[in-house]
């Protein structure tokens, strides 16, 4: 009997430890394995892609010029300052973000929306480009191109890609990172 109870001890202890084990590899979250173009690596857990935005507010419709000319102007009380105060505000601009969900890739004419689900990997290439704009907002301009190789092993290529305002963000060993995507040569995701 003690030697019954002592197999079925050992088979608990021996199952416990193998679910101790298997429990934090079936835990893991994606990783994301950076290279920026200044050489710099990191990798971070957590990652995510981001968006930034901003909604104007849309601002108050002015009357047709018969419709002012007929009703009499609005009469205002209060000194010089406060009315020239109340009469510059003007609403903030909404601004927000959100996670992204795909990337858009371009090649020629056509538009292709690919799942970051399905990307195992994103490599930029980019190009100097001549552009009108002054020297003093950017001193280069660049024309970024991309290669995505998804988890089904499969390409997709792109002669066009602009994520706009998207931000890598992540943790890394010393905090929480922010990169811009324009700042990113590879981008590779371990899961």
Same mark, same amino acid.
């Given at each position: 009997?003690?030697?019954? @109870?002592?197999?079925?001890?050992?088979?608990?202890?021996?199952?416990?430890?193998?679910?101790?084990?298997?429990?934090?590899?079936?835990?893991? %979250?994606?990783?994301? &394995?950076?290279?920026?173009?200044?050489?710099?690596?990191?990798?971070?857990?957590?990652?995510?892609? &981001?968006?930034?935005?901003?909604?104007?507010?849309?601002? %108050? *419709?002015?009357?047709?010029?018969?419709?002012?000319?007929?009703?009499?102007?609005?009469?205002?009380?209060?000194? =010089?300052?406060?009315?020239?105060?109340?009469?510059?505000?003007?609403?903030?601009?909404?601004?927000?973000?959100?996670?992204?969900?795909?990337?858009?890739?371009?090649?020629?004419?056509?538009?292709?929306?690919?799942?970051? @689900?399905?990307?195992?990997?994103?490599?930029?290439?980019?190009?100097?480009?001549?552009? =009108?704009?002054?020297?003093?907002?950017?001193?280069?301009?660049?024309?970024?191109?991309?290669?995505?190789?998804?988890?089904?092993?499969?390409?997709? &290529?792109? *002669?066009?890609?602009?994520?706009?305002?998207?931000? @890598?963000?992540?943790?890394?060993?010393?905090?929480?990172?922010?990169?811009?995507?324009?700042?990113?040569?590879?981008?590779?995701?371990?899961?």
């Amino acid at each position: 009997m003690p030697s019954v @109870l002592r197999r079925i001890i050992g088979l608990v202890i021996g199952l416990a430890g193998v679910a101790i084990a298997v429990a934090p590899v079936a835990a893991q %979250e994606p990783v994301a &394995e950076v290279r920026t173009w200044s050489g710099e690596t990191l990798r971070l857990s957590q990652p995510s892609l &981001e968006v930034f935005y901003t909604i104007p507010v849309k601002g %108050e *419709d002015t009357p047709p010029a018969d419709a002012a000319a007929s009703t009499p102007p609005p009469m205002l009380f209060g000194s =010089a300052s406060s009315l020239a105060g109340a009469l510059e505000k003007k609403p903030e601009p909404l601004s927000g973000q959100r996670q992204a969900e795909s990337v858009t890739f371009q090649k020629g004419a056509v538009e292709r929306r690919i799942p970051l @689900l399905s990307v195992a990997s994103l490599a930029f290439t980019r190009r100097p480009v001549v552009s =009108a704009l002054p020297a003093y907002l950017a001193a280069t301009h660049f024309r970024y191109a991309a290669t995505a190789v998804l988890l089904d092993g499969t390409t997709a &290529e792109a *002669d066009y890609v602009n994520l706009g305002t998207t931000v @890598l963000r992540g943790t890394a060993s010393d905090g929480r990172i922010e990169i811009p995507w324009h700042e990113i040569e590879t981008l590779r995701f371990v899961r």
